[in-house]
């Protein structure tokens, strides 16, 4: 079973420009949230035009006008290896846009890897255990957003 999907190449020009602006508001775990799991926007995000603007063509990619979940962004330190864990809800599909990257940071669910490159829109099953890693020595980054799953359809008894 495939945990992770490669659904399009997006630009990341725009946002990883503003990105290097805003180092300083990432809190002390690398976590940079701009849309809580409450659904509430930080200002942050809101003034955010190129950030809104990859994500409506990610939306775009993927042929999804579903409302948003979570968005953070996750600084990725040298040497980092973030801890196994699963998402309990099956609400939401996690995307994932490596903004910053290199060729040894590594995404890993179960006895699958993939290595992140930049812009790539990549469905991850979050369901499973999974983490990252950078094995590198410079910091990287990576966008992760909720899009909502459309309602399962009535299945009359058979």
């Not at 603007?53 to 979570?70: H, P, W, Y």
């Amino acid at each position: 079973m495939q945990h992770f999907r490669f659904l399009g190449q997006l630009p990341t020009f725009d946002v990883v420009a503003r990105l290097h602006k805003h180092s300083v508001d990432f809190d002390a775990d690398g976590m940079l949230v701009l849309r809580n799991a409450e659904g509430v926007e930080l200002p942050l995000f809101q003034q955010w035009k190129s950030l809104k603007r990859l994500l409506r063509t990610a939306c775009a990619t993927i042929k999804s006008a579903a409302a948003f979940g979570e968005i953070l962004v996750d600084r990725l330190d040298p040497g980092v290896v973030t801890d196994w864990s699963r998402d309990a809800s099956s609400d939401f599909y996690t995307l994932c846009v490596p903004l910053v990257t290199n060729p040894q940071v590594q995404m890993f669910a179960r006895n699958e890897s993939i290595i992140l490159v930049q812009g790539a829109l990549i469905g991850h099953d979050t369901l499973v255990q999974h983490c990252h890693a950078n094995w590198s020595t410079d910091p990287a980054y990576v966008l992760f957003f909720q899009v909502e799953k459309p309602p399962q359809a009535d299945v009359p008894d058979v």
